[in-house]
């Protein structure tokens, strides 16, 4: 009843416009295979100024059971946080690839490849953890959101980011990005910490 109750409270009255928009563009590239090499994240291209890449490359995917994971997940995290957390949101989804690029580009110059939105759909739902938990300190929905969240960054790290969990690439020279993940987990603290910081300001304070 508590994550009924969790979720609930986040539903809102109108469908994720901005996510849905996303989902329908991974889902274009994904009928056209052809496209993949034009728009992935490639070390190479970017270096000789292809910067579309920063972005389009997270809308890549290796496969259909890749799409379908990433792009699902996408959608659902639209509907909770779209609504509540709009400007957020709407930032994140141009600012948060864009960042975890940056992060690839700068701190791990060996990966030459990257696509898809796992990394994205981490930080928006670590964001929407913190806020939830912040809401709500002893409910343990968020708390245990939380928990998987860091549990899969740690069994990326001891396995060496190998494979895709339950999700098989079409390409087996594809590995989960662990740094990506890391990157991810980075801008949602510091848009909940900005976010945090600016409501606290904008609070009256009482004169004494």
Same mark, same amino acid.
């Given at each position: 009843?508590?994550?009924?109750?969790?979720?609930?409270?986040?539903?809102? *009255?109108? #469908?994720?416009?901005?996510?849905? &928009?996303?989902? !329908?563009?991974? $889902?274009?590239?994904? /009928?056209?295979?052809?496209? %993949?090499?034009?728009?992935?994240?490639?070390?190479?291209?970017?270096?000789?100024?292809?910067?579309?890449?920063?972005?389009?490359?997270?809308?890549?995917?290796? *496969?259909? #059971?890749?799409?379908?994971?990433? &792009?699902?997940? !996408?959608?659902? $995290?639209?509907?909770? /946080?779209?609504?509540?957390? %709009?400007?957020?949101?709407?930032?994140?989804?141009?600012?948060?690839?864009?960042?975890?690029?940056?992060?690839?580009?700068?701190?791990?110059?060996?990966?030459?490849?990257?696509?898809?939105?796992?990394?994205?759909?981490?930080? !928006?739902?670590?964001?929407?953890?913190?806020?939830?938990?912040?809401?709500?300190?002893?409910?343990?929905?968020?708390?245990?959101?939380?928990?998987?969240?860091?549990?899969?960054?740690?069994?990326?790290?001891?396995?060496?980011?190998?494979?895709?969990?339950?999700?098989?690439?079409?390409?087996?020279?594809?590995?989960?990005?662990?740094?990506?993940?890391?990157?991810?987990?980075?801008?949602?603290?510091?848009?909940?910490?900005?976010?945090?910081?600016?409501?606290?300001?904008?609070?009256?304070?009482?004169?004494?």
């Amino acid at each position: 009843m508590t994550v009924l109750r969790s979720l609930r409270s986040l539903l809102p *009255g109108r #469908p994720p416009w901005a996510f849905l &928009a996303v989902s !329908l563009a991974v $889902l274009v590239i994904q /009928l056209n295979p052809a496209w %993949r090499d034009a728009l992935l994240y490639d070390r190479g291209a970017l270096a000789q100024g292809e910067w579309w890449r920063i972005w389009t490359g997270h809308l890549v995917h290796f *496969g259909w #059971p890749h799409f379908v994971a990433d &792009a699902g997940l !996408l959608f659902i $995290l639209g509907w909770l /946080l779209e609504a509540r957390h %709009r400007r957020f949101s709407y930032t994140a989804l141009i600012v948060m690839p864009a960042f975890i690029s940056a992060v690839i580009w700068w701190g791990e110059p060996a990966m030459l490849r990257y696509g898809g939105l796992s990394a994205v759909n981490l930080g !928006l739902l670590l964001y929407l953890a913190l806020q939830g938990w912040q809401r709500n300190w002893t409910d343990w929905f968020w708390p245990a959101v939380l928990a998987i969240y860091v549990g899969e960054v740690i069994f990326e790290i001891v396995q060496g980011g190998r494979g895709g969990g339950m999700i098989r690439f079409d390409d087996p020279g594809i590995h989960v990005a662990t740094s990506a993940h890391l990157a991810s987990a980075a801008y949602a603290f510091l848009a909940f910490a900005g976010t945090a910081l600016g409501a606290r300001r904008a609070t009256p304070r009482a004169n004494h």
